[in-house]
């Protein structure tokens, strides 16, 4: 008996302790001094600081050469020629489409797969297959199987393309006299051959397999040709010069 009751009197004891630290805790945590709050304004001016410097990193790279041509050259200039009243009126490139046809892909699947390496160092941009509509015989094709491949650039990846066209890749073609000035379509849109694609610096002479052509179509909203012919010329664009016509008279 005298066990139980010397057991049950050290547990009680126990207890008693047990109560007294929790409560001593209690009151120390109620006596730690408070964190300081920032006020408001502190904290705006951080979230601030933090958007900027989001905004910086994603700065990578400014803005193309012959963006900042258009804007601050091109258009004036068009205004004045064309008597435009408004902005908005000046017209203005769309996109640019890059073209190969790789008719080989039909023997040996490898062609294209050089062809679309080859197109995406020179663009920048990773290439789209296109396929055969229709099926002909004479040329062993099949509608649906892939004979080319093509790449529309727009934006940023626009402007640096016709500007690395421009001013290097064109002035390496062999015997150039110019642009054709007949290639215009009646709607803004103008087209070009290239019958070797190794004009472009990107590419390496001894990792390139074969030569090839290519198809490079530019589009604006122009209304007409007289006026996609002048914005592309205020670009840079060497077209050839028009010839005036000698009549010959015989006698």
Same mark, same amino acid.
């Given at each position: 008996m005298?066990?139980?009751k010397e057991q049950k009197e050290q547990k009680e004891q126990v207890e008693q302790q047990e109560k007294k630290e929790q409560k001593e805790h209690k009151k120390s945590d109620k006596q730690k001094p408070k964190k300081e709050q920032k006020p408001k304004q502190e904290k705006k001016q951080e979230e601030e600081q933090k958007k900027? $410097?989001?905004?910086?990193?994603?700065?990578?790279?400014?803005e193309p050469r012959l963006k900042l041509l258009y804007k601050n050259e091109i258009?004036?200039?068009?205004?004045?020629?064309? $008597?435009?009243?408004?902005?908005? $009126?000046?017209?203005?490139?769309?996109?640019?489409?890059?073209?190969?046809?790789?008719?080989?892909?039909?023997?040996?699947i490898k062609e294209l797969d050089h062809a679309m390496e080859e197109l995406g160092l020179i663009s920048g941009q990773k290439p789209k297959l296109s396929?055969?509509?229709?099926?002909?015989?004479?040329?062993?094709?099949?509608?649906?199987?892939?004979?080319?491949?093509?790449?529309?650039?727009?934006?940023?990846?626009?402007?640096?393309?016709?500007?690395?066209?421009?001013?290097?890749?064109?002035?390496?073609?062999?015997?150039?006299?110019?642009?054709?000035?007949?290639?215009?379509?009646?709607?803004?849109?103008?087209?070009?051959?290239i019958k070797e694609h190794l004009i472009f610096v990107e590419l390496d002479y001894n990792k390139v397999p074969k030569v090839r052509g290519m198809n490079i179509t530019t589009a604006s909203n122009a209304r007409n040709d007289e006026e996609c012919r002048e914005l592309l010329k205020l670009f840079g664009m060497p077209f050839r010069r028009e010839e005036e016509k000698t009549v010959v008279q015989v006698n």
């Open positions: 005298e066990t139980e900027e $410097q989001k905004k910086e990193q994603k700065r990578v790279a400014p258009i004036p200039a068009m205004m004045k020629k064309f $008597q435009y009243k408004n902005v908005m $009126q000046v017209p203005r490139l769309l996109k640019i489409v890059v073209n190969m046809g790789v008719g080989e892909a039909a023997r040996d396929r055969a509509k229709k099926s002909i015989s004479a040329f062993k094709v099949r509608s649906g199987m892939p004979v080319g491949c093509f790449v529309s650039l727009r934006g940023k990846r626009m402007y640096e393309f016709l500007d690395r066209l421009i001013n290097i890749a064109i002035p390496r073609i062999r015997d150039f006299r110019g642009l054709p000035t007949k290639s215009f379509d009646g709607r803004g849109n103008h087209s070009f051959g």
